[in-house]
């Protein structure tokens, strides 16, 4: 079955860092980007970052600066690496591949909780 799984999440005080990683079970070389979005209780998904197969990445004002997406396409993996962490970062987390803007491969996974609070 082709999916995709996140893991990474967790409980961390604000200003901590936490590393999310995505794993594919198919390879990610042929999609034209990679994302992570993020939903918080009572609001609506959100993008968070984007890598294309290019490399170009792009990010919500809220995390440029803090967040770095990357992938590695021998890994089949996307990895979201969070530093400077603040309450309003907590939500669950979720990736995806795009085979083009807004039109994703796989069906939105359970994701992994982040929390950030102390």
């Known amino acids: 079955q082709v999916q995709l799984v996140e893991s990474g999440g967790g409980l961390v005080q604000p200003g901590g860092s936490l590393r999310l990683s995505c794993a594919a079970s198919?390879?990610?070389?042929?999609?034209?980007?990679m994302v992570w979005y993020r939903q918080a209780p009572g609001k609506q998904r959100e993008l968070v970052a984007r890598?294309?197969?290019?490399?170009?990445?792009n990010y919500a004002d809220s995390v440029k600066g803090r967040f770095t997406i990357s992938r590695d396409t021998a890994k089949n993996t996307v990895n979201l690496q969070m530093n400077t962490l603040k309450p309003e970062d907590t939500a669950v987390y979720y990736c995806?591949?795009?085979?083009?803007?807004?039109?994703?491969?796989?069906?939105w996974g359970q994701g992994t909780q982040v929390t950030v609070s102390s």
């Open positions: 198919e390879s990610i070389f042929s999609f034209y980007a």
């Open positions: 890598v294309t197969s290019g490399g170009m990445t």
């Open positions: 995806n591949a795009e085979l083009q803007v807004g039109i994703y491969r796989y069906q």
